[in-house]
């Protein structure tokens, strides 16, 4: 039997070329584009290439190649992405401002016109009261003149009046717009839940309260091995996971409660009149409604494989500040994650 020759033998052998990470599929992109390497660009860019967001790869795609910064950040207010939301302040405030200054400069051109009427109309009637012989023609003249000069300050005021109905109407939309570009910033745009920037603002607004952040659990939630599912299984089967687990978690919170997704593969509740042992509950029920619904196939000669959790609970009333309350949670969690024959730790427990 003949021998393959060593070389042959060699480049059978040697291993292939990893895939490309999605930081690096990014960064050639953006490359070849010659887009600059803000962190809002490589977010717009994640959208469009790891997101799948068919609309907004189709937009960069039509600004060619070397797409001007303005242009880009455009799309990015356009889609309402998390790091552009600050632009759409910025550029909100800007239109807001230039709406006044016009309408105070169109108001202060309508006070002029009135002034220079009332100086036309005082200048008419001193000339009539000085001179009562003077000819009709004369006054019939002046009077014309009067006639004309209302006129035109009556057309102006009717003028400046549509303006200010128009320029209401914009900053209506401006105010909608900003309102809608906060609720931007504080949703998680893959699950359609609150994030982190949500999360961080109700807990800061329990700390706020005059009565104080007592009575209030925080749970923080791992989803066990998560990126080992995402890397033998593919980023889509783990995107369709982390939307099912959102939705599980959605219907499992009532009305004053939150849940939302603060990392990856991380979630948190915040459960408003909760003391330890129904937090314990809680969290035990979430642990056991995960593992009986969230089943992915692995292959067809396999019984499906099922997601896992850990969860820590942190109590608001043994935190002074609500960064202490989310460092609570965390020790626990990561005390969940180090022992998986117990999934559920709390702190201080």
Do not use: W
């Not at 895939?19 to 690096?24: N, R």
């Not at 900053?171 to 982190?196: Q, W, Y």
């Not at 080992?228 to 099912?244: C, E, F, I």
């Amino acid at each position: 039997m003949r021998t393959a020759p060593n070389s042959q033998v060699q480049r059978e052998a040697a291993p292939r070329p990893a895939a490309p990470t999605d930081i690096q599929r990014i960064a050639q992109h953006m490359a070849r584009l010659a887009i600059a390497g803000l962190p809002r660009n490589y977010e717009l860019l994640h959208e469009a290439i790891i997101g799948q967001n068919a609309g907004l790869a189709q937009d960069i795609a039509a600004l060619g190649p070397s797409p001007r910064q303005a242009s880009l950040d455009g799309l990015g207010l356009k889609y309402r992405l998390v790091s552009h939301c600050g632009l759409a302040s910025e550029v909100s405030h800007g239109e807001t401002s230039k709406l006044l200054r016009e309408a105070a400069e169109r108001l202060s051109e309508s006070l002029r016109q009135k002034q220079a009427f009332v100086r036309a109309a005082e200048t008419a009637l001193q000339s009539i009261a000085g001179n009562l012989e003077q000819s009709l023609c004369s006054f019939m003249s002046e009077m014309e003149y009067l006639s004309t000069s209302l006129s035109t300050v009556l057309a102006s005021e009717k003028d400046i009046e549509a303006r200010l109905r128009s320029d209401v109407e914009r900053l209506e939309t401006i105010e909608l717009g900003i309102a809608a570009a906060h609720c931007a910033s504080a949703t998680d745009k893959l699950t359609g839940i609150p994030n982190r920037i949500a999360l961080n603002k109700a807990i800061a607004d329990l700390y706020d309260r005059e009565e104080g952040a007592s009575g209030n659990a925080l749970i923080m939630v791992d989803v066990d091995d998560f990126k080992a599912v995402s890397t033998r299984y593919g980023t889509q089967v783990g995107t369709r996971l982390l939307k099912k687990l959102a939705d599980l978690f959605r219907k499992s919170i009532k009305k004053n409660d939150l849940v939302a997704r603060t990392d990856g593969h991380e979630f948190a509740f915040l459960f408003a009149n909760v003391g330890m042992q129904e937090a314990l509950a809680i969290a035990d029920r979430l642990r056991a409604s995960v593992e009986d619904h969230l089943a992915f196939a692995t292959s067809d000669n396999t019984a499906p494989a099922k997601l896992t959790i850990s969860l820590g609970i942190a109590l608001s009333a043994d935190a002074a500040t609500a960064s202490q309350l989310q460092a609570n949670a965390r020790v626990a969690l990561h005390a969940a994650q180090s022992n998986r024959r117990q999934p559920v730790q709390a702190f201080g427990r």
